[in-house]
């Protein structure tokens, strides 16, 4: 289930689950929603982004869900694996020249 | 086909001491960013820059913090005089040209600064 930790809320699934993380955004004039996905020790990597144009869009095993209207963002990840876990991140950004604005994080812990 | 390298990885500095961190972008990208992260947080703009040009630098404290991007050599962020509160991740991301959106970027591993 869903908990909110001392720090970073922790949402904790069995291999095999469906996964849905979710983040709320500040700036309706955004272009670009993105996920990023960031294990113990490393960078951010780019997962899948949506234009603010769009509400949905699927890549490899994720989806992701735009919803305007309350300015709300998810990331559906299908068939867990344990590979998975890490701390989840939206992001928001203009296009052409602009800058990331983070979201807080989500940490995924996927049990075998 | 490295991407883009960050070091030292760990840097313990005592307060007071100047910290160094070196970002080499991408081969052939000429734009980076620098991002700070403090422990169970998102990431923070801090700075933009092309080779030898700051284009955008609103994120970064105005005193003590400092950074470059040479014709030649990698991009340094500097801190001067370290406190505690600059114990952070600091991640360089960069992408090819102006104008890129930073949905663009590929960022580094990071490089974990500890003020003792």
């Known amino acids: 289930g869903e908990s909110v930790g001392l720090h970073l809320p922790t949402l904790s699934v069995q291999e095999g689950d469906n996964s849905i993380i979710n983040c709320a955004y500040s700036?309706?004039?955004?272009?670009?929603f993105i996920w990023y996905k960031q294990e113990s020790g490393k960078g951010p990597q780019f997962i899948i982004d949506i234009r603010s144009n769009m509400d949905k869009r699927q890549g490899q095993r994720v989806t992701v869900l735009l919803n305007k209207t309350v300015k709300h963002l998810s990331l559906q990840i299908a068939a867990t694996q344990p590979g998975d876990s890490a701390v989840y991140f939206c992001a928001e950004t203009g296009s052409g020249y602009s800058t990331l604005t983070f979201g807080k994080g989500t940490m995924l812990l996927v049990s075998p | 086909n490295a991407g883009v390298m960050q070091n030292p990885r760990h840097l313990v500095r005592r307060r007071g001491q100047e910290a160094r961190l070196r970002c080499s972008p991408v081969?052939?990208?000429?734009?980076v960013y620098w991002y700070r992260q403090l422990p169970e947080e998102g990431l923070k703009f801090m700075v933009y820059?092309?080779?030898?040009?700051?284009?955008?630098e609103s994120g970064m404290p105005k005193e003590r913090f400092s950074a470059e991007f040479p014709k030649e050599g990698p991009s340094i962020l500097r801190i001067q005089q370290v406190v505690r509160g600059d114990s952070a991740a600091y991640f360089c991301a960069s992408t090819r040209q102006d104008g890129l959106s930073a949905r663009e970027a590929f960022f580094g591993q990071g490089t974990r600064l500890t003020v003792v």
């Open positions: 700036n309706s004039a955004s272009d670009y």
């Open positions: 820059l092309q080779k030898e040009n700051i284009i955008d």
């Open positions: 081969k052939g990208h000429s734009h």
